[in-house]
T-cell receptor, first 115, second 116 residues
Framework: GDSVVQTEGQVLPSEGDSLIVNCSYETTQYPSLFWYVQYPGEGPQLHLKAMKANDKGRNKGFEAMYRKETTSFHLEKDSVQESDSAVYFCALTPPTGAAGNKLTFGGGTRVLVKP | DAGVIQSPRHEVTEMGQEVTLRCKPISGHNSLFWYRQTMMRGLELLIYFNNNVPIDDSGMPEDRFSAKMPNASFSTLKIQPSEPRDSAVYFC??????????????FGEGSWLTVV
């Protein structure tokens, strides 16, 4: 079945540091890839997405490149801010079909930006 | 526009009691999902409806769990009898369309269930 593995646990960058949260996926098909963000007391919300190989998702200074050759979708930002503190989930959906919208999530990575 | 609406937001119940969680998806969305979030297992898909029909319920843990979607604007997730290990945050989510895997899935704020 489909699976997503991402940086485990917590990362603690300081404000202004660069950030990379790794994400790798396994699937027998060509999925769409997503990063969702979750703030305390809220549900996950879409952060960025990429629909096909070599697409780059962008939002609020974050970027992630859909790399089919390495089956990866790493989340990157050049300079983090305190307001970026949240839990980030990498996720995929299979391509078109009855299960096309079914999200499979990674385990989540807590990003806590130190002032 | 209203998002996905879930109720109750918080529920504390005793082991053995029946729990019913409710969800109103975003108007016009025809896919609905129930997810469970725990520290140990992360976000797990329990069941997925499309046009009110259950498509995939392979994530439903056991017979104590059941879900219904009687119409396009309402779904329930029921646990009977509840057990302490069911304590989790239960999210309902919805999206438009089917067959297009790029459609954004919108989550509610969750129902925080504690079974004592």
């Amino acid at each position: 079945g489909d699976s997503v593995v991402q940086t485990e646990g917590q990362v603690l960058p300081s404000e202004g540091d660069s950030l990379i949260v790794n994400c790798s996926y396994e699937t027998t098909q060509y999925p769409s890839l997503f990063w969702y963000v979750q703030y305390p007391g809220e549900g996950p919300q879409l952060h960025l997405k990429a629909m096909k190989a070599n697409d780059k998702g962008r939002n609020k200074g974050f970027e992630a490149m859909y790399r089919k050759e390495t089956t990866s979708f790493h989340l990157e930002k050049d300079s983090v801010q305190e307001s970026d503190s949240a839990v980030y989930f990498c996720a995929l959906t299979p391509p078109t079909g009855a299960a096309g919208n079914k999200l499979t999530f990674g385990g989540g990575t807590r990003v806590l930006v130190k002032p | 526009d209203a998002g996905v609406i879930q109720s109750p937001r918080h529920e504390v119940t005793e082991m053995g009691q029946e729990v019913t969680l409710r969800c109103k998806p975003i108007s016009g969305h025809n896919s609905l999902f129930w997810y469970r979030q725990t520290m140990m297992r992360g976000l797990e898909l329990l069941i997925y409806f499309n046009n009110n029909v259950p498509i995939d319920d392979s994530g439903m843990p056991e017979d104590r769990f059941s879900a219904k979607m009687p119409n396009a604007s309402f779904s329930t997730l029921k646990i009977q009898p509840s057990e302490p290990r069911d304590s989790a945050v239960y999210f309902c989510a919805s999206s438009k369309g089917t067959g297009n895997s790029g459609n954004t899935i919108y989550f509610g704020e969750g129902s925080w269930l504690t079974v004592v």
